[in-house]
């Protein structure tokens, strides 16, 4: 344990292989209490990277479905990669980057070019040439995976000759007469015009396709192609949505992270078929631009959730970002708030925090700049936003040491909260491995402590906390992009990294989980399947049934992490424990200030295999299991490996 850990006075556990006898003893002094814990610090985090936006939240299921790449029936769509983060010591799984286009000719490949004189939209628009013989000639889009049964739905732009005589569209699910589900267009026009599609799957497979077939005579021009499950609500995915509501967060942070520095959120707005495609700025694969603000925003109403979006200061400037907070927060006759009506939402939205920048001391952030340039351009941009939106609260970057001590320095006056990031790796040991995330929380505290009695631009502010980026981060990437899977130990060591942002109160205002979707997420998806990660599992029952008035507990018991709080209306208390011995442990537990009960409910997660993990086929192996506790006697058992939350009523 280190220094400041060991200051808690046997507040923070100290992690061991040792078991414990009923001897054992905690002690929770239900009158000394801390600050109420935020809400915010069990937030959530999106980015536009790998499968968390396209392939995890959104409902597209198309790769490129605005032709970003020329199709050439050349070079393959997908190049596989390795997987795997550079500091885990094991083989990657491949998971695959769109590198090319996804579609392929059919007939001959001369058959399909690439028109850049007057595309649809982006570069170029692809051209299907038809010679008038029978057989069909067109594209096909293919890896993609239906559910027998299930109605997809979608639309086609196209622009025909006048010898073009139909075109069909089909989606194909294996072999055989219920194969191929199909819609045929007959009546086309010579300018682009959007034609709806249909389609029921009639089997199970990942391995489908989209085609479309044209016959006839001349030029066929596809502008852009649409395909996602007929259940979608907005565009997003239906199994997706009902999970994240599950995880009931009170705040999402978006666009990102990384992206956010060379995004350009003008992009995103307006009608979506024409969005410009472009190159993701700091990650692999393409970003479609079909997720913008308008579709984020409904995104936090779809869940019931506050937006915190994230604003440009690497490649963008203050007047940009001043333009999209009057985009998303101005009235209908500001310059900005009319183009929001025009695109459909006359009335403002109202995000409650603006994350100004991220990772900004970072070498790989697009736009980083020395530390004594950036504090002007933090202050310039907050000056900005505030001219459009006085009461605007907002997050700065931070780095705990010389970058964040100058940010709380010269930027007091311009910040309501300070950002930090922490991730983690594997420690083979599972009590190392819980031990580092509760060390490292711990140390970025007493860190902040330091700064407010050492820094006089503090003095009568209360600048916390936001780490709206943590979470274990190793190992292959299986679901996409940084997409790792999460066991049994990251369930354990997320549990105790909450604790001590319990612990903590007083400086933690908000925590970003990083991220919710595929991209080291809460959440894992399959083309047509969707659950809860071990880690997930956590959040979602700390979220809603931990109390919100941290007390004191004095508990010396190794391997074994406890934290308390009562319920808002202190009618019962709360108990987190979680126990990373991989035997059971027992202990005496004594309520100072209010009666034991004989009883409490009791929710368990555990597995006695640290290595346990959820995944599309066993969507349980790690899950919340409700029972009652008996406490007769004032002895509580913990399981090996695992998290118990105790509600203790009177």
Known sequence: MSQTSALLCGIIAVFSMATQAASNE??????????????????QFIEHLGRCIYGGIWSEMLEDRKFYFPIDG?????????GKNTSYEGEGVPYEILVASPWQPIGPKSAVTMDKTEPYLGEHTPVVTLDGSAEARGIYHPRLGFVKGKEYAGYIVLKAAPGVKKVDVAIMCG?????????????????????????????????????????????????????????NVDGFRKDTLALLRELNSPIYR????????????????????????????????????????????????????????????????????????????????????????????????????WAVGNEMY????????PLEEYVKKHNAVVDAIRQVLPDAKCVGVGAAGPWSKAMLTECADHMGLLSEHLYWQKKDDVRQHVAVP??????????????????????????????????????????????????????????????TMFRNSDIYFMANYAQTVNVIGAIKTTQTDAFLEATG?????????????????????????????????????????????????????????????????????????????????HKERVAIQETTADLAGGTVTLKPYSITLLRLEN
């Not at 050349?74 to 390795?82: A, C, S, Y």
């Open 175 to 231: 072999e055989g007469k219920n194969a191929q589900s199909l819609v045929s267009l007959d009546k086309l026009q010579d300018s682009y015009q959007k034609y709806p599609l249909t389609f029921t799957a009639g089997d199970d497979t990942t391995d489908g396709r989209l085609e479309i077939r044209c016959y006839g005579a001349g030029s066929l021009w596809i502008g852009t192609v649409s395909l996602m499950p007929a259940d």
């Open 362 to 369: 970072g070498n790989w952030q697009l736009g980083h700049m």
């Open 254 to 353: 978006w666009p990102g992270g990384n992206f956010v520095s060379g995004y350009n959120w003008r992009d995103g707005v307006g009608e979506r078929d024409k969005r410009p495609p472009r190159k993701n700025p700091a990650w692999t694969g393409v970003e479609h631009n079909d997720v913008g603000i308008h579709e984020y925003m409904r995104f936090c109403e779809l869940i019931q959730t506050e937006p915190f979006v994230s604003l440009n200061t690497g490649l963008g400037d203050a007047a940009s970002a001043a333009a999209e907070v009057q985009y998303i927060t101005g009235a209908a006759d500001t310059p900005e708030g009319a183009r929001r009506a025009a695109n459909g939402h006359a009335e403002p939205w109202k995000p409650g925090w």
């Open 438 to 499: 509760v060390e490292q929380i711990q140390k970025l505290a007493d860190a902040h402590r330091g700064y407010r009695k050492e820094l006089p631009s503090l003095a009568g502010k209360n600048i916390r906390v936001a780490l709206d980026e943590w979470n274990y981060w190793y190992g292959p990437n299986i679901y996409g992009e940084l997409g790792v899977r999460y066991f049994m130990r990251d369930a354990l060591g997320a549990a105790a990294a909450l604790h």
């Open 26 to 43: 905690v002690t929770i002094d239900t009158s000394k209490t801390g600050e109420p814990i935020s809400p915010y610090i069990y937030g």
């Open 74 to 82: 050349e070079k393959p769509g997908w190049d596989m990669k390795k």
């Open 537 to 617: 599992q956590v959040l979602k029952l700390y979220r809603k049934e931990f109390g919100q008035i941290p007390m004191t507990v004095k508990n010396d018991i190794k391997g074994v992490d406890i934290a308390a709080a009562w319920t808002e209306d202190r009618k019962a208390v709360t108990l987190g424990l979680m126990n990373a011995n991989d035997k059971e442990v027992q202990f005496s537990l004594k309520l100072e200030g209010t009666p034991l009960p004989k009883s409490a409910k009791e929710w368990v997660i555990q597995n006695s295999d640290p290595e346990a993990c959820n995944d599309e086929s």
